[in-house]
């Protein structure tokens, strides 16, 4: 018997499907392979540029104590390595512990690598970490556009245009705390984006993970404490709802 609106008389696939009972999904897009490889590109280029102009950066007024900071902390890990016990004081930054994690790793990266550095008055090793944490926040905000819009295209723009701003590359390298704030606060939207689109008890410690970082190198960082209880809450509540 002919259907109607079909030529020849014979349904469309997609009726023939349905009329045996059997369901279709609903495919979400999914970003092209090559996106996080351009997103890699985008950083990397970044990094190799500003290793090339390393010497044409000038001091600004808390490397001093950022980068003392750190090698003072390696102190104390190398102290409390080797069983000392003492009263541990935090002098060199108001907050106790504040930027803990990020000093120390600065630190412990620029004594591994500046044995193979060129001689330089600058603090190229602890620089280039700034830069890699610089580079690596171009990465994280693609991958944040990529998460959200599922553009390869928009990801890749968005992490060029965040490379382009002057200020970013004007601090790139010789900003030891704001820098690493963007960095680690853009890691934590990530994951509670990430948590919010498919929630599960590892998103939800990867995003505690990050969010703890975030909030012990920059302190405004804490705003992202209710989000997250927010998109847990909303989850409870859809999955008690759906019981």
Do not use: C
Not at 103 to 115: G, K, N, Q, V
Not at 182 to 191: I, K, Q, R, S, Y
């Amino acid at each position: 018997m002919a259907v109607a609106g079909h030529p020849g008389g014979s349904q469309p696939a997609e009726s023939a499907v349905l009329s045996r009972g059997a369901s279709v999904e609903t495919l979400e897009p999914r970003p092209s392979i090559t996106a996080p490889r351009a997103l890699f590109a985008i950083a990397f280029a970044f990094f190799l540029i500003g290793f090339l102009l390393r010497e044409d950066y000038g001091s600004t007024w808390d490397e001093a104590e950022s980068y003392e900071a750190g090698r003072r902390n390696l102190e104390i890990v190398a102290a409390l390595a080797a069983g000392e016990r003492g009263d541990i004081e935090w002098p060199w930054h108001e907050l106790p512990s504040h930027q803990l994690v990020l000093d120390t790793l600065r630190a412990a990266t620029a004594d591994a690598i500046e044995r193979w550095l060129p001689a330089s008055p600058a603090p190229i090793g602890e620089r280039l970490f700034n830069l890699a944490l610089t580079s690596s926040s171009l990465l994280l905000a693609g991958l944040l556009v990529l998460e959200v819009t599922a553009s390869a295209s928009l990801a890749a723009i968005a992490a060029t245009a965040l490379a382009l701003q002057p200020k970013l590359i004007a601090h790139a390298q010789n900003n030891p705390k704001d820098l690493p704030g963007v960095v680690v606060f853009t890691l934590g939207v990530l994951m509670v984006v990430r948590l919010e689109a498919r929630p599960s008890g590892l998103r939800a410690i990867a995003a505690a993970a990050a969010i703890g970082l975030a909030i012990s190198t920059w302190l405004p960082a804490i705003a992202l404490m209710p989000v997250a209880a927010f998109v847990l809450l909303a989850h409870w509540r859809r999955a008690a709802s759906s019981r």
